[in-house]
T-cell receptor, first 112, second 110 residues
Framework: NAGVTQTPKFQVLKTGQSMTLQCAQD?????MYWYRQDPGMGLRLIYY???????DKGEVPNGYNVSRLNKREFSLRLESAAPSQTSVYFC???????????FGPGTRLLVL | DAKTTQPNSMESNEEEPVHLPCNHS???????IHWYRQLPSQGPEYVIH???SNVNNRMASLAIAEDRKSSTLILHRATLRDAAVYYC???????????FGAGTTVTVRA
């Protein structure tokens, strides 16, 4: 099993550009999550999907949209990137909500 | 959200035990105590969790105070691969998010 995979690993954007971060899991998990981690800080939840077909806002959802494409895939979209969105983005999944979360390797995003 | 307090950093020698304290004086009855760690340039990794009783697994042990207001993660024999940031997190049974604080940076000396 690959676990949780994320693409791309690294991306540089200019202010105002858009992009989609991809996440997939092969563990048949029901719940998926997107977090961001700023330098020297802990992770903060952006959005989560408790089950296929549902999505909900986390702590810091502004400037982002998500799509739970199917049970395996959960994407994060930045419609108009801003320098404040420079961060490392982690996707995670769990069997169900409220249980142990398994994290991907992260996407490092730099917005100039 | 109930909060946790951890020391900013701890150092240990290789092959020695490491005791990582965590205070959570406002813990509620539905909060589980979770520990995750994050190795450099990687995503967080689950270590262990518990509710009231002490817990052991292949990675570590978790000792929970009787009043549940504090807990200690124990790495029995630290290796260089254990150098990471360790996060103590209270995970409520009615909350999907994991609230990561700053964690404790563990340095292991060879």
């Amino acid at each position: 099993n690959a676990g949780v995979t994320q693409t791309p690993k690294f991306q540089v954007l200019k202010t105002g550009q858009s992009m989609t971060l991809q996440c997939a899991q092969d563990m048949n998990h029901n719940s998926m999550y997107w977090y961001r981690q700023d330098p020297g800080m802990g992770l903060r939840l952006i959005y989560y999907s408790a089950s296929e077909g549902t999505t909900d806002k986390g702590e810091v959802p502004n400037g982002y949209n998500v799509s739970r494409l199917n049970k395996r895939e959960f994407s994060l979209r930045l419609e108009s990137a801003a320098p404040s969105q420079t961060s490392v983005y982690f996707c995670a999944s769990s069997v169900r909500g409220l249980e142990t979360q398994y994290f991907g390797p992260g996407t490092r995003l730099l917005v100039l | 959200d109930a909060k946790t307090t951890q020391p900013n950093s701890m150092e240990s020698n290789e092959e020695e035990p490491v005791h990582l304290p965590c205070n959570h004086s406002t813990i509620s009855g539905t909060d589980y105590i979770h520990w995750y760690r994050q190795l450099p340039s990687q995503g967080p990794e689950y270590v262990i969790h518990g509710l009231t009783s002490n817990v052991n697994n292949r990675m570590a042990s978790l000792a929970i105070a009787e009043d549940r207001k504090s807990s200690t993660l124990i790495l029995h024999r630290a290796t260089l691969r254990d150098a990471a940031v360790y996060y103590c997190i209270l995970h409520s049974s009615n909350d999907y998010k994991l609230s990561f604080g700053a964690g404790t940076t563990v340095t292991v000396r060879a």
